[in-house]
C-alpha cells in the first residue's frame, strides 16, 4: 500500500497537536492548575497519536522518541512523577524537538541530533526520579538509536563489568560497513503494547510467524526497562528489534502485524535505509537462531536485574557477586569501530555521543513545507459552492432556450427584458460563486496568532518581564497569500513592542502601573479590509526623542517641525533606532521599514497610534485577497490605470483657485478645513497631459493615516479587477503593484498607493531643491 499522499495531512494533523500540547503547557506555565489531569492528559495524547502515525510512516527515530516522551507523560498521569515548572520547560523543549524532527523528515533534511540526544537525556533524569539538570558534556559511550544503555546505568557498574560486556552492541559496524551491500529484507521494530495479551493476542506467535518468512535475528528492546521500585506490573515495557534477512515484499511483512497494529507500535523499513541491522555474527545480541521463535515450547523468564545503588541495574551473569561487592575501579571503556579524534583541550569530554540522525528523504519522495498547495476546506464551503453550480446552470438552461426561441421565431423587442434578467441573474450567480470559490482560500488568523503565546512566554522570560498576552478575532478569517505573508511582520511588530514598548517591572512600578503588562493581538474586519491591531501598555513613543534622533540622523532639518504622525513615520526609516543597547532581540534599526515595505507589498497600509506613559498601538490594514479587488478606473493623458477602491476617501471636480504651492515646492489643496497635498499623476509617470482642463478631477486617497489627493483627466467607473503580477514577467515597478485585462481585452496598469506617495515626496524634493 503506497502511503505517500497520506503523509501531507500526517504533518499538517502532527503540527497541529504539537500547537495544542504548545498551548496546553502555556496554560501550566501561566500557572492554570484547573483541570491540569484534563490537561496532562491531552498531552499525553498528542504524543501517542504522533507516535502512532509515525510508525506508520517508518519515523522510527520520531517513533522511538516520542515513546520515551509518552513513557514521561503517562507517569505524570498516575502521579508517580509532578508537572513541575522545569518539567514543563523541558516539555516545550520537547515540543520545538518534535517539530525539527518532523519537518526534517516532511522536507528531506536532518534534524538536530544533538538537541534530540540532549532532551532524551533529562527525559531519562526525569524518569528515573533525578534533577534536572543541564548535561555539562555529553557522555562518553555512543549511543546508538537500537542500542541505547537502560536509564540509570552508572559508570560504576560499566567498571565492575568485563570489558568485552557491552563489545557486540557498542562495537558493531554500522551496515554500510559489512560486505554486503544493499542486502534485501526489512528492519522491523515491534513494541507490544500493555493490553495485546489481553486481547488474544501472542508476541511470541507473531515472531514465529516472521521467523518463517526467512532468517530473522532478534533483540530485545528494554529501554524502557524503568527502576524495580516503578515497574507497573500491568505494563509492558519489551520490544523486539528484528532484522528479517528476507527479499519478500513489504505486504507479507505487515501481514504478519495486521491483527496487532491497533495494539502495538510498528515500524517496518528496508535493511540498510539508515538503520543498523545486527551482523551476521552477532549471535550474543541478537539470539541463536529462528528457531528459538519456531519452537513452542515458552521462553523460561529471566531472574530481575539486581539493584547496585539508586539507580544502579546488575543482570544476572553481567558481573560476579565479588565484582558487585568490590569497589569500583577505572575500566577500559569500550571502543567504538571509528572513534572521532579527541578534542586538544585536557578538560574537553570525551568523544560525543554518536547519534543516529533521520536519514536525509528525496526532495521528491517527501512534500515541501507548502509544497502540495493544499488547503482544509470545511464542508459547509464546499456545498454553497454546489449549491451556486446548480443555479448557474438553470440560467444557462434558461438563456439556452431564449436562443432557441430567438432562432425559431426571430427577435422581438418584447424579449428584451427577458435578455435583460437572464443576463443579470448570470452576473449574480457569478459574483456569488467568485465570492465563494475566494471563501475557500480564507483561513482563520489563529493560524498566525497561534505563535505568539510561545513567543511572548519565551521572550518574557529572557526580558525579566510579566507580561499577559490577550488575542481577539482569531477566527477572523483572510486570505492564504495573505497570511503566510504577514506572520513574519507581525513577529517583528511583537518582538519591538515587547522589548521596546512594555516597560520592566521597577519602571512600571513606579508609574503606578501593575507589575504586569498586557500584548493585545486583534483582527477584525471593516469596510471590506482585515484590520490588525498589535497594541501594548507601555511606555509610548517618545516623540521627542525620536525627532532628536531624526536630526541627529540628518533625516529631519533642525528648524523643522513635524506633525505626530510625521514623526511616527520615522520609525519606518531604514536604520532608524532610538535603542540606547543593541540586543538580539531588537535596537538595530533594522526591520521596521521591511515590515511597512511587506504590508505595502500586500496592498495594505501601517498606521501608529501612540500616547506616551499609556502605550502604543500598530494598526494594519490588509485586503482580504490578494486575487481579485473592487477597484476605480481613472483617465490619466490618453491611460486608463486602476486605483484600490478601498484606498479612496472621495472624488470631487476642484476649482484651480484652491490650489497653491507651499514654499515653492509641495502643491496643496484647501479640502474643507484641511490642507492635502497633491500629485499630478501625469508628471509622476511622464505622460502627455491633456488640453487645459478648467476643472480638474481630484481623487482623494488614504494611506498610513495621511491623505493625498490625485489630479486626474477622468473617471471611468468601478468595477472588480483580476490582479495579475507584473514581477512575474516584468521587473518591478515603483508606482505600480500590478495589472488586470479590462472587458474590452486591453490591459490596465494597477497603482500602488504607497509607492505614489513616496514618488510624489522625491518629485516635491527634486523640484524645492531646484529652486
Known amino acids: 500500500m503506497d502511503l505517500t499522499e497520506f503523509l501531507a495531512p500526517f504533518f499538517e494533523?502532527?503540527?497541529?497537536?504539537?500547537?495544542?500540547?504548545?498551548?496546553?503547557?502555556?496554560?501550566?506555565?501561566?500557572?492554570?492548575?484547573?483541570?491540569?489531569?484534563?490537561?496532562?492528559?491531552?498531552?499525553?495524547?498528542?504524543?501517542?497519536?504522533?507516535?502512532?502515525?509515525?510508525?506508520?510512516?517508518?519515523?522510527?527515530?520520531?517513533?522511538?522518541?516520542?515513546?520515551?516522551?509518552?513513557?514521561?507523560?503517562?507517569?505524570?498521569?498516575?502521579?508517580?512523577?509532578?508537572?513541575?515548572?522545569?518539567?514543563?520547560?523541558?516539555?516545550?523543549?520537547?515540543?520545538?524537538?518534535?517539530?525539527?524532527?518532523?519537518?526534517?523528515?516532511?522536507d528531506g533534511t536532518t534534524a538536530n541530533a544533538d538537541e534530540i540526544e540532549r532532551t532524551l537525556t533529562i527525559i531519562r533524569q526525569m524518569l528515573n526520579g533525578e534533577s534536572i539538570a543541564e548535561p555539562v558534556s555529553a557522555p562518553a559511550q555512543p549511543a546508538a538509536v537500537l542500542a541505547e544503555d537502560l536509564p540509570g546505568e552508572p559508570e560504576a557498574v560499566e567498571a565492575a563489568m568485563p570489558d568485552d560486556a557491552f563489545e557486540p552492541v557498542v562495537a558493531a559496524p554500522p551496515f554500510e560497513e559489512s560486505p554486503l551491500e544493499d542486502p534485501p529484507g526489512w528492519h522491523v521494530v515491534f513494541r507490544p503494547g500493555d493490553d495485546i495479551a489481553g486481547q488474544g493476542s501472542d508476541p511470541l506467535r507473531i515472531l514465529r510467524e516472521l521467523a518463517q518468512l526467512g532468517p530473522v535475528q532478534t533483540r530485545v528492546l528494554d529501554d524502557d526497562l524503568p527502576p524495580v521500585h516503578s515497574i507497573n506490573p500491568r505494563r509492558n515495557y519489551l520490544g523486539w528489534a528484528i532484522a528479517l534477512r528476507a527479499d519478500v515484499p513489504r505486504d507479507q511483512v505487515e501481514d504478519v502485524f495486521a491483527w496487532v497494529m491497533d495494539q502495538a507500535e510498528v515500524s517496518i523499513e528496508p535493511l540498510g535505509a539508515g538503520v543498523e541491522p545486527a551482523p551476521e555474527a552477532d549471535a550474543s545480541v541478537w539470539g541463536e537462531s529462528p528457531a528459538e521463535f519456531v519452537s513452542a515450547e515458552p521462553t523460561p523468564v529471566p531472574t530481575p536485574p539486581a539493584r547496585v545503588g539508586p539507580d544502579e541495574v546488575v543482570r544476572p551473569g553481567d558481573v560476579s557477586p565479588q565484582a558487585v561487592a568490590a569497589p569500583a575501579q577505572p575500566a577500559a571503556k569500550p571502543t567504538p569501530a571509528a572513534p572521532a579524534p579527541a578534542p586538544?583541550?585536557?578538560?574537553?569530554?570525551?568523544?560525543?555521543p554518536t547519534v543516529h540522525a533521520v536519514p536525509a528523504r528525496a526532495a521528491a519522495a517527501a512534500p515541501g513545507g507548502d509544497a502540495g498547495g493544499s488547503i482544509r476546506v470545511g464542508i459547509d464551503k464546499v456545498d454553497a459552492i454546489i449549491d451556486l453550480v446548480g443555479e448557474l446552470v438553470i440560467t444557462q438552461?434558461?438563456?439556452?432556450?431564449?436562443?432557441?426561441?430567438?432562432?425559431?421565431?426571430?427577435?422581438?423587442?418584447?424579449?428584451?427584458?427577458?435578455?435583460k434578467d437572464g443576463l443579470s441573474q448570470l452576473e449574480r450567480n457569478t459574483r456569488e460563486l467568485q465570492e465563494n470559490v475566494m471563501r475557500i482560500r480564507m483561513l482563520p488568523i489563529s493560524v498566525a496568532f497561534n505563535r505568539f503565546p510561545r513567543l511572548v512566554h519565551d521572550l518574557s522570560r529572557q526580558l525579566g518581564k510579566?507580561?499577559?498576552?490577550?488575542?481577539?478575532?482569531?477566527?477572523t478569517e483572510l486570505d492564504k497569500t495573505?497570511?503566510?505573508?504577514?506572520?513574519?511582520?507581525?513577529?517583528?511588530?511583537?518582538?519591538?513592542?515587547?522589548?521596546?514598548?512594555?516597560?520592566?517591572?521597577?519602571?512600571?512600578?513606579?508609574?503606578?502601573?501593575?507589575?504586569?503588562?498586557?500584548?493585545?493581538?486583534?483582527?477584525?474586519?471593516?469596510?471590506?479590509?482585515?484590520?490588525?491591531?498589535?497594541?501594548?501598555?507601555?511606555?509610548?513613543?517618545?516623540?521627542?526623542?525620536?525627532?532628536?534622533?531624526?536630526?541627529?540622523?540628518?533625516?529631519?532639518?533642525?528648524?523643522?517641525?513635524?506633525?505626530?504622525?510625521?514623526?511616527?513615520?520615522?520609525?519606518?526609516?531604514?536604520?532608524?533606532?532610538?535603542?540606547?543597547q543593541v540586543t538580539d532581540i531588537s535596537g538595530r534599526g533594522v526591520g521596521m521599514d521591511v515590515v511597512k515595505r511587506n504590508i505595502h507589498a500586500l496592498g495594505g497600509g501601517l498606521e501608529i497610534r501612540s500616547a506616551e506613559g499609556k502605550g502604543t498601538t500598530f494598526v494594519i490594514r490588509l485586503p482580504l485577497t490578494l486575487s481579485i479587488m473592487d477597484s476605480q478606473l481613472v483617465v490619466v493623458g490618453e491611460q486608463t490605470y486602476i486605483l484600490p477602491l478601498m484606498s479612496i476617501v472621495e472624488s470631487l471636480q476642484i476649482a484651480p483657485d484652491f490650489l497653491s504651492r507651499v514654499?515653492?515646492?509641495?502643491?496643496?489643496?484647501?479640502?474643507?478645513?484641511?490642507?492635502?497635498?497633491?500629485?499630478?499623476?501625469?508628471?509622476?509617470?511622464?505622460?502627455?497631459?491633456?488640453?487645459?482642463n478648467e476643472r480638474p478631477l481630484l481623487v482623494v486617497i488614504e494611506g498610513d493615516g495621511q491623505k493625498v489627493g490625485l489630479m486626474i483627466d477622468d473617471l471611468l467607473g468601478q468595477q472588480q479587477v483580476v490582479i495579475k503580477s507584473l514581477e512575474t514577467n516584468f521587473r518591478r515597478i515603483e508606482g505600480l503593484s500590478g495589472s488586470t485585462i479590462l472587458g474590452d481585452g486591453t490591459v490596465a496598469l494597477i497603482l500602488d498607493i504607497g509607492g505614489l506617495f513616496q514618488m510624489g515626496r522625491r518629485l516635491e524634493n527634486r523640484k524645492g531643491a531646484a529652486a
Open 13 to 106: 494533523e502532527c503540527f497541529e497537536m504539537l500547537q495544542q500540547m504548545e498551548g496546553d503547557l502555556l496554560a501550566l506555565d501561566g500557572g492554570d492548575t484547573s483541570g491540569m489531569a484534563e490537561r496532562i492528559g491531552s498531552i499525553f495524547r498528542v504524543a501517542h497519536s504522533i507516535k502512532g502515525g509515525a510508525g506508520t510512516f517508518g519515523f522510527s527515530r520520531i517513533t522511538e522518541y516520542t515513546h520515551k516522551l509518552e513513557a514521561l507523560l503517562d507517569a505524570m498521569r498516575d502521579g508517580s512523577r509532578q508537572m513541575t515548572p522545569e518539567a514543563v520547560r523541558v516539555l516545550l523543549e520537547t515540543v520545538d524537538v518534535l517539530r525539527d524532527m518532523l519537518a526534517a523528515e516532511r
Open 663 to 692: 514654499a515653492g515646492r509641495a502643491e496643496v489643496y484647501k479640502l474643507r478645513e484641511d490642507y492635502i497635498p497633491v500629485i499630478r499623476l501625469n508628471r509622476i509617470f511622464n505622460i502627455p497631459a491633456r488640453a487645459v
Open 344 to 352: 586538544a583541550s585536557a578538560s574537553a569530554p570525551a568523544q560525543a
Open 397 to 419: 438552461s434558461m438563456l439556452g432556450q431564449f436562443s432557441e426561441e430567438v432562432e425559431r421565431d426571430g427577435f422581438e423587442v418584447s424579449m428584451l427584458q427577458r435578455l
Open 482 to 580: 495573505v497570511l503566510e505573508k504577514i506572520g513574519d511582520p507581525l513577529v517583528h511588530l511583537v518582538r519591538n513592542a515587547l522589548d521596546h514598548g512594555l516597560e520592566p517591572v521597577d519602571e512600571r512600578r513606579a508609574a503606578g502601573k501593575p507589575d504586569t503588562g498586557t500584548l493585545r493581538l486583534n483582527a477584525y474586519h471593516k469596510g471590506g479590509n482585515i484590520i490588525i491591531e498589535i497594541g501594548e501598555d507601555g511606555r509610548g513613543i517618545n516623540k521627542a526623542r525620536v525627532l532628536a534622533k531624526a536630526r541627529e540622523k540628518g533625516l529631519v532639518g533642525a528648524d523643522e517641525q513635524l506633525s505626530d504622525d510625521r514623526i511616527h513615520e520615522l520609525i519606518f526609516a531604514p536604520g532608524f533606532s532610538t535603542a540606547e
Open 466 to 475: 510579566q507580561i499577559e498576552l490577550k488575542i481577539s478575532g482569531e477566527n
